[in-house]
């Protein structure tokens, strides 16, 4: 089981993580080791069932000789490589997810996936600690069933948690949405002249588009949504967002809708409303997100904000 759930692992994150993702043919590749030693243990007991004395015993001459002597310490470690490999794998899958997300979506906080980070996390934890536990059980002190219990429960409990979390959550948004994007090469412009004329018209464009027909009140804006607005290539928009302002697309609307809150604020919409309830009408959708970015971006608190900035 510890050769097939190490891809199994990698696998799930990437079924939830990459938009309309399918199985296909080439992934059964990650399979193989786990394939090959199950046809092997197969192959040894057919062959001992057969061979006189078995019955008594239920060990043979191969299942002795050669997988308790030879293939069981060889798995151990192959075992532990590979986990550590795919864990690894499946870290990097997931932060490239978050990096994505923020490159597409104006508000991220229900597509962060934290309980997949929180499974990951203990995963690996339950999994660094198993291998110690077993370094300790083969060359210092033989751990008996009593001092080794309680790490399946907790590793069936992890793996529950992910499961059903998963089940329950809705993640048909990045079903509809593709994050492989690049600009169109006929598109770009050939000289460094072009570059910047053509740069500094976008800037303008999307800067006055945003101050006039303010678009990030819509909490659900994403950067389709945007470029259709703008009449843009979706590439060509991320781009333009990226160097011309210096941001991301999360940053760069969260921005806007965080110096509209302020505006509110000056104007007194605190005496009437909630801050949350100004918050959601700049274009936060959760509480947790706007307190984040409003730290992020003024360095303070909503509240400390309004104490210290107005009167």
Request: proline share 3%; with cysteine.
């Amino acid at each position: 089981m510890s050769l097939g759930i190490a891809p199994l692992i990698y696998f799930y994150v990437k079924s939830i993580t990459t938009s309309n993702f399918k199985f296909e043919k080439k992934y059964w590749w990650h399979f193989i080791p786990i394939l090959v030693l199950i046809i092997f243990r197969f192959f040894i007991f057919f062959y001992d069932s057969n061979q006189s004395g078995f019955h008594e015993t239920q060990n043979g001459v191969l299942k002795i000789s050669l997988d308790e002597t030879i293939i069981n310490p060889l798995l151990v470690f192959l075992s532990f490589a590979q986990m550590l490999l795919y864990l690894v794998f499946t870290f990097q899958l997931f932060y490239n997810y978050r990096k994505k997300i923020q490159e597409y979506f104006s508000n991220i906080y229900k597509l962060e996936l934290n309980w997949i980070l929180s499974f990951l996390i203990a995963f690996t934890a339950l999994f660094l600690y198993s291998s110690l536990q077993d370094v300790i059980g083969s060359l210092i002190i033989d751990l008996k069933y009593e001092q080794r219990w309680w790490l399946n429960i907790f590793m069936a409990l992890v793996v529950l948690f992910v499961g059903i979390k998963g089940y329950f959550t809705d993640t048909s948004k990045l079903n509809t949405i593709s994050f492989s994007f690049s600009p169109n090469p006929e598109s770009i412009p050939k000289t460094n002249e072009e570059t910047t004329i053509i740069s500094k018209i976008d800037i303008e464009k999307v800067s006055n588009f945003m101050s006039l027909k303010k678009p990030y009140l819509n909490p659900d804006l994403n950067l389709s949504d945007l470029a259709e607005l703008l009449q843009m290539n979706r590439a060509k928009l991320s781009q333009t967002i990226n160097s011309g302002f210096n941001k991301n697309f999360n940053d760069f609307v969260n921005e806007y809708r965080v110096n509209t809150f302020k505006e509110k604020l000056q104007l007194g919409e605190h005496k009437q409303l909630s801050l949350l309830g100004i918050a959601f009408d700049c274009g936060f959708n959760s509480k947790a997100t706007f307190n984040r970015v409003f730290k992020k971006i003024t360095h303070t608190s909503p509240s400390e904000f309004l104490n210290s900035h107005i009167k």
